[in-house]
């Protein structure tokens, strides 16, 4: 059965917190589609990054994992903001790639404000991992994880890394989430089954 909890900011949690200021961060590993600022810029516009002024200049880095394997994700948070993190895997298309967390929301003078999100439990394809590193202070060091890789086969995949921002003001390009993504090319293991939860890949005729 799937279970949503919410991610939830009391008022005393928020009342201890940092005016309110734009979160950014830096997908560190694995290697960007687009270039990167020290700050993780252009982040804004979803599935993948960019803002609508700025869409991003490619990196064309594509990094080679065998399905089953670990792969390891490391962010930093250059700019501090409560929330949670989001691991998704598209195959085929980015339009594969889930919508971005449900907003709680409060009415301000200037535009909405943020004050939770819901967390799908367990995950399910394309979601890989959800609710990661939740934090209402601001971190001290890099967050990281290892995700085990579906066993598929897909020659440029994308993996996408997003924020979803507590305490934040409506932006037009991202809502309330920030995105990251990384190609993949992913070569299943031929001694385990195949993930059959994610859709075949499609080849050119």
């Not at 020659?155 to 995105?179: P, R, V, W």
Request: proline share 11%; charged share 20%; net charge neutral.
């Amino acid at each position: 059965m799937r279970i949503i909890h919410q991610l939830l900011l009391g008022s005393a949690a928020l009342s201890l917190m940092a005016p309110y200021a734009s979160a950014h961060f830096r997908l560190v590993e694995p290697e960007q589609w687009i270039e990167q600022a020290p700050n993780g810029d252009p982040q804004k516009a979803a599935p993948c990054g960019g803002t609508s002024a700025d869409p991003g200049k490619p990196t064309n880095k594509v990094t080679r994992v065998q399905g089953g394997d670990k792969l390891h994700i490391k962010v930093l948070e250059t700019v501090y903001h409560p929330g949670f993190y989001r691991i998704a895997l598209a195959v085929n298309s980015r339009s594969e790639l889930p919508k971005d967390p449900v907003a709680k929301t409060e009415s301000r003078p200037a535009r909405p404000w943020s004050m939770s999100a819901s967390i799908e439990y367990p995950p399910m394809p394309p979601i890989i991992a959800n609710g990661l590193w939740p934090h209402v202070t601001k971190p001290e060091k890099e967050f990281e994880t290892d995700i085990e890789v579906p066993n598929i086969n897909c020659a440029k995949c994308t993996l996408q890394i997003i924020q979803f921002m507590a305490n934040h003001a409506l932006n037009k390009d991202g809502e309330y989430s920030y995105h990251h993504c990384a190609d993949l090319n992913i070569r299943a293991n031929p001694y385990k089954p195949l993930d059959t939860r994610y859709p075949a890949e499609k080849t050119n005729p």
